[in-house]
């Protein structure tokens, strides 16, 4: 690994080209979570991840998500209708939510 020294206070360590964070399942589910807790969802409809419903695609982890009153109730009036999946890049934590149209094509779930 790469340092840049300046003073004996500050150290900068820089990463090389070999050095590349790849997240575990886990870490790629609290990211996918917090995605959809902070940034996704159709309108005021909380959406939560699917229990057991996750696939990894090369660097990419598939979360399945639904609204949370559906989880809670089970009851198809509840259900989030055109929202797919959750999508985080494995290398740089990036997520986006797939339409429903995009994560039936990939099958996963």
């Keep these: 690994m790469s340092e840049l020294r300046s003073t004996p206070q500050e150290v900068a360590v820089l990463p090389s080209s070999e050095d590349v964070l790849i997240l575990d399942s886990e870490q790629a589910a609290g ?5 959809l807790e902070e940034e996704a969802g159709p309108g005021d409809v909380p959406l939560a991840l699917v ?4 696939a990894q695609v090369g660097n990419v982890y598939y979360f399945d998500c639904q609204s949370v009153s559906y989880l809670r ?4 009036r509840d ?9 985080v890049d494995g290398e740089t934590g990036t997520c986006r ?8 094509a990939l099958n996963l779930f």
Excluded: K, N, P
């Design 51 to 54: 229990e057991g419903a996750r």
């Design 79 to 87: 259900m989030a209708i055109g929202v797919g999946c959750v999508a």
């Design 97 to 104: 939510i797939l339409g429903a149209v995009e994560s039936a």
């Design 73 to 76: 109730s089970g009851d198809l």
């Design 31 to 35: 990211l996918a979570q917090r995605f």
